[in-house]
């Protein structure tokens, strides 16, 4: 029986180790002098559960082989926010120090839900960095398990006395490498502790300087530096940046209508004609991309990278196709959502939802004639209650919709949504019965090269 091991100065209190040798101070060291800690089981032939595993307290580790060579790094981040495209200088970090991994044969470290986790995982495979993934005991372990690891990838699973392990996965991070890099850190927040904890003992940590203070306060750079963290500075790519920045958006069509006989004013549109599809900020992957092409996107900061309103209407325009999507549908029937708000009352529907992190109404979309959307199938949500969807039939489900939240502060039914099932070629809808709307004269320009639908500028303050 192998007896539990307490990590005494690596790792913080709450971690606890099983491991064959006698002291472990240092993991990672200690498993790649053993090979395996424990026994490994390499063919599961029947699945492993969480109780078996902390009864018998001699699993920690599984791995296709033993733990890499070379110095342990783990790269830190405070979570940016959702706009990631908004972030290149983090990027150009990350990629400048996967460039050095792969030149000095480092070996990186991460843990799953870290902020940098799904980045560093992928310039580990971009660059053939070998990793060392971190994770807690799943409540299952067994062969289609392990199969979804690289076999680059060396796994090691630990068990937590207590339940907070959520909450301290970057103070692990931080402690048992022989390195941490930190790309944005906020004040007294999860990284910051994780850096202060490691400098009280002496550990190099470096931080990069952002200059902007985007990423990183001053005040905080500083007080990092006080207690011994190096400075990082990266040398700027703003020329580089602005020439890609212009090629952001789709290149233009030949053979298109001169654009300035296309605009049309509000005195020529009569707003009860049309159902308006809002565009708004794409959050992660396209819905027709691959998620690997839209991190390679980020991480080496190409044009295409941005997902914000404007981005989202030009990739529809030079698509020509409404993609449905099943993204908060109840039956998770793919839908295209339109509102039958008039388009000049949009003012008055701006709001910040918090729970989805979005803006609602922007000032980006294509108004298309309703009569021409109830000849395809579209239809009018309907609102209700659970006993409204259960009276409904199988063909009406699809359209239901609850009229408020669960708590009964938002009416949705002021929405006036509509949907249409499946996606839709806008190639098929006449040049008359449609219409692209955007905030500025700026962005109708960029639009006007992509389609010979007419466009109207609202002339209000975007917000994405």
């Known amino acids: 029986m192998v007896s539990p091991t307490k990590i005494e100065s690596s790792l913080p209190d709450p971690w606890q180790i099983y491991a064959r040798c006698g002291k472990a101070t240092k ?7 053993h090979g395996q800690l424990s026994r490994c089981y390499q063919s599961l032939d029947r699945p492993l559960c969480s109780k078996q595993l902390k009864q018998n307290q001699d699993f920690i580790f599984w791995v296709p082989r033993r733990l890499p060579d070379g110095k342990s790094t783990s790269i830190l981040s405070s979570r940016l926010s959702r706009s990631l495209e908004q972030y290149p200088k983090w990027f150009d970090a990350l990629r400048t120090f996967a460039t050095r991994a792969h030149d000095e044969r480092r070996v990186l470290v991460t843990h799953p839900k870290t902020a940098a986790d799904r980045f560093v995982r992928r310039v580990a495979q971009l660059y053939s960095i070998p990793l060392i993934d971190f ?12 199969r979804t690891f690289s076999r680059r990838t060396a796994v090691v699973f630990y068990h937590a006395i207590n339940s907070n392990y959520a909450k301290q996965r970057d103070e ?7 390195e941490a890099i930190t790309l944005a850190v906020r004040r007294n927040g999860k990284v910051f ?10 550990k190099r940590s470096l931080v990069l300087v952002d200059n902007s203070t985007k990423m990183t306060s001053k005040s905080t750079l500083e ?17 580089h940046r602005k020439a890609s920045s212009k090629n952001r958006f789709p290149q233009p069509k030949p053979n298109l209508v001169p654009s300035k006989r296309r605009r049309l004013t509000r005195d020529q549109i009569n707003p009860n004609d049309y159902l308006i599809h809002w565009t708004r900020r794409c959050h992660g992957h396209w819905p027709d991309q691959l998620e690997n092409d839209y991190l390679d996107d980020l991480i080496f900061n190409r044009p295409r990278s941005w997902h914000d309103a404007l981005s989202t209407l030009c990739r529809i325009t030079a698509s020509k196709k409404l993609i449905a999507s099943p993204h908060l549908m109840r039956d998770k029937l793919p839908m295209i959502c339109f509102s039958e708000i008039p388009l000049f009352e949009l003012q008055k529907h701006r ?12 000032p980006y979309g294509i108004a298309i004639k309703k ?3 109830q000849k395809e199938g579209a239809k009018p949500v309907i609102y209700g209650n659970e006993i409204t969807f259960n009276r409904l039939s199988d063909s009406d489900r699809p359209f239901y919709q609850p009229a408020t939240n669960r708590s009964g502060n938002l009416d949705w ?11 839709l070629d806008l190639s098929k809808v006449p040049i008359e019965d449609a219409f692209l709307f955007v905030a500025k004269d700026q962005d109708a320009e960029i639009l006007e090269g992509l389609t010979n639908f007419p466009i109207h500028v609202m002339d209000v303050e975007n917000r994405n």
């Open 27 to 33: 993991i990672i060291n200690s498993c790649r002098r």
């Open 193 to 202: 502790n994780a850096n202060t904890k490691r400098l009280r003992v002496k």
């Open 351 to 362: 709001r910040f939802r918090t729970h989805m992190a979005r803006w609602d109404a922007n």
């Open 413 to 423: 039914s002021s929405e006036r949504e509509w949907r249409l099932a499946g996606s």
């Open 371 to 373: 009569k021409w959307l």
């Open 135 to 146: 994770r807690p005991f799943p409540a299952t372990l067994d062969a289609p398990f392990f």
């Open 223 to 239: 007080a990092l530096l006080d207690q011994g963290a190096v400075g990082w500075f990266l040398p700027s790519n703003e020329r």
């Open 172 to 178: 692990l991070l931080a402690s048992v490498v022989d």
